[in-house]
């Protein structure tokens, strides 16, 4: 009797594996944990094979069935289903998917899904289903070109290292032996790296601060919005602060840098601590100290203090949530503070890991001076009338 979705539901798990039979050579295969596999099995040149059609219930019936009759049409056909499949896993977009599962783990999660995402969006179109070993140097110029047009030059350098990291990957696992992204390379004009616009001038800054402080938004934002210049650390460190990394004793944040993977130090001032502890009555009980406005467990998402600057009429060619670093970083040394202190604090850290390791509390009671001095310094600007 042919095979029904309640005969496969109601399939039990055995101690040794067994099959459900369907029809034309299409079987459910039960593993002893409860898996269920739908299996072809067919011959080809008087070879006896398995062609594996997917796994339920994430496959269908139905969907067995059009693959099993697929297979048996490509048998007819001449062309042997098995080989036909494994043509088609050299594709470029499938040893690229193998490519960034084996760097997952390397890298943030939000920096994987952003890798990832910018080649769903220029990459996988232009050469995702072409063989790999197919892909030549014009067809990866083409997935470069739109983007020298539009100007987008650092995108193209980024996405070009990166084919040409995939092709170095596939040409290890044997797919390949020649890397045609290495010739692209010089066919991409330099890119000028922009540093992120910030505000120097300490009568600029003041009217900053001041606008800061008159941001009509949501308390939380508000908050986020206070504390960021305070604190001038990454923006997407401020907006994933955690509650549990907040020593209000010791008045230190410590917290794991994401893009180094060290560990960091921040002093709080007296203003950060005050902020804090307003925010705390409202957030305390969530995991960031910023949530998401959909109570969703997130983080605030990482657009809010770019957006709030542009609500109070700062565009991004003017100021930017980064740029309140480089803002801090030019101050601070202008008033004589220690350049190896600010970097400290900045999070610059050496390459070398025990090096970073050691220094993350160095010039630490330095930097507790200076934190303070630059959250008073912050408050007279904001105050000062003139």
């Given at each position: 009797m042919p095979l029904t979705d309640l005969k496969i539901r109601k399939a039990k798990p055995r101690e040794k594996q067994y099959k459900l039979y369907d029809e034309k050579g299409m079987y459910l295969l039960v593993h002893p944990n409860g898996s269920k596999y739908f299996r072809l099995d067919y011959r080809f040149q008087s070879r006896r094979k398995t062609l594996a059609l997917g796994v339920y219930p994430g496959v269908s019936l139905k969907a067995a069935r059009i693959a099993r009759d697929a297979a048996r049409q490509q048998i007819l056909s001449g062309v042997d289903p098995l080989q036909a499949k494994k043509a088609e896993s050299d594709r470029f977009i499938d040893v690229a998917l193998r490519w960034f599962d084996s760097k997952?783990?390397?890298?943030?999660?939000?920096?994987?899904?952003?890798?990832?995402?910018?080649?769903?969006?220029?990459?996988?179109?232009?050469?995702?289903?072409?063989?790999?070993?197919d892909v030549s140097s014009p067809d990866v110029f083409n997935v470069v070109r739109p983007l020298i047009r539009q100007k987008k030059l650092d995108s193209a350098h980024r996405i070009r290292a990166e084919i040409s990291e995939i092709f170095a990957f596939a040409i290890a696992h044997g797919f390949v032996t020649y890397d045609p992204a290495q010739p692209v390379a010089k066919q991409i004009p330099p890119h000028r790296a922009r540093h992120h616009p910030a505000l120097t001038d300490p009568r600029d800054v003041a009217l900053l601060m001041k606008a800061i402080y008159s941001y009509e938004g949501t308390f939380i934002v508000q908050q986020a919005l206070k504390i960021t210049p305070l604190l001038f650390q990454r923006p997407g460190e401020i907006r994933t602060m955690r509650w549990v990394d907040i020593d209000f004793a010791g008045r230190e944040w410590r917290y794991l840098v994401t893009k180094t993977g060290i560990h960091h130090i921040v002093p709080l001032s007296d203003q950060v601590i005050k902020l804090l502890r307003e925010t705390q009555q409202i957030t305390g009980d969530s995991v960031f100290v910023f949530p998401s406005s959909r109570n969703d467990g997130r983080p605030m998402s990482e657009n809010t203090i770019r957006t709030a600057l542009r609500t109070l009429g700062y565009s991004n060619d003017a100021m930017t949530p980064h740029g309140f670093r480089t803002l801090a970083s030019t101050l601070l040394n202008e008033q004589g503070w220690s350049p190896d202190a600010i970097e400290r604090q900045l999070s610059h850290m050496p390459r070398d890991s025990v090096r970073a390791a050691y220094n993350r509390a160095q010039y630490l009671k330095e930097r507790r001076e200076l934190m303070q001095s630059w959250s008073d310094f912050l408050a007279t600007l904001r105050e000062e009338e003139n």
């Open positions: 997952r783990h390397l890298i943030d999660e939000s920096t994987h899904r952003k890798k990832l995402r910018r080649f769903h969006l220029h990459v996988f179109p232009i050469i995702g289903r072409i063989l790999i070993a």
